[in-house]
């Protein structure tokens, strides 16, 4: 156990429709980062937040947008979906900013489009 | 462009040594990682390195090139558990991005 929770563990919907993924940093993590993991894309890097405020993007499409809230948790939001975002979506948290800090990573939230 | 590359799938037998290669090209670097992750679980974090040279931590280490864009991982006695894909990533853009290899699978036999 990571520390890292993240909630829905599933998630089924519809094309077209927007959903919310929901992320708790480990205690005395600042960092939360959102990544996307397909079978024919890999582990993409989505979006890094530091003590709320965007610190770094990736590969994130404007259909998709994240927070971090002032208690740390964040929250990915996907909408306008379509088939090809279903993928597994991980939230990982560190305890800095900086690229060296050890990740850790939560158990991940499958989305399956319809 | 960003380009990292490692081998697809390898495959080595309990006890034995195996070295996963990883080359890269991204703009910009901050740092390559190497993660583990077993089928269906999340991905996690076995070695940074951003200097030249080997890290070792216990029965894994990690060695990086930066003039030649080339890290490897090396697993030393290997056990079954040691089964699962390996990801090599780079951190680009002055830390900003993160780029990830496709993941080499490393099947371990008894």
């Known amino acids: 156990d990571s520390g890292v929770t993240q909630t829905p563990k599933h998630l089924i919907t519809a094309t077209g429709q927007r959903v919310t993924l929901r992320c708790s940093p480990r205690?005395?993590?600042?960092?939360v980062y959102w990544y996307q993991q397909s079978l024919d894309q890999g582990l993409q890097f989505l979006i890094q937040?530091?003590?709320?405020?965007?610190?770094a993007k990736g590969n994130i499409l404007e259909r998709f947008s994240a927070q971090q809230f002032p208690d740390l948790h964040s929250e990915l939001n996907l909408s306008s979906l379509e088939l090809g975002d279903s993928a597994l979506y991980f939230c990982?948290?560190?305890?800095?900013?900086?690229?060296?800090?050890?990740?850790?990573f939560g158990p991940g939230t499958r989305l399956t489009v319809l | 462009g960003q380009n990292i590359d490692q081998p697809t799938e390898m495959t080595a037998t309990e006890g034995a040594i195996v070295q996963i290669n990883c080359t890269y090209q991204t703009s910009g670097f901050n740092g390559l990682f190497w993660y583990q992750q077993h089928a269906g679980e999340a991905p996690t974090f076995l070695s940074y390195n951003v200097l030249d040279g080997l890290e070792e931590k216990g029965r894994f280490s990690s060695f990086l090139s930066r003039s030649k864009g080339y890290s490897y991982l090396l697993l030393k006695e290997l056990q079954m558990k040691d089964s699962a894909s390996y990801l090599c990533a780079v951190r680009d853009n002055y830390g900003q991005n993160f780029v990830f290899g496709p993941g080499t699978r490393l099947s371990v036999l008894p």
């Open positions: 990982a948290s560190s305890v800095g900013v900086s690229g060296y800090n050890e990740q850790f």
């Open positions: 205690s005395g993590d600042l960092s």
């Open positions: 937040y530091y003590n709320g405020e965007e610190r």
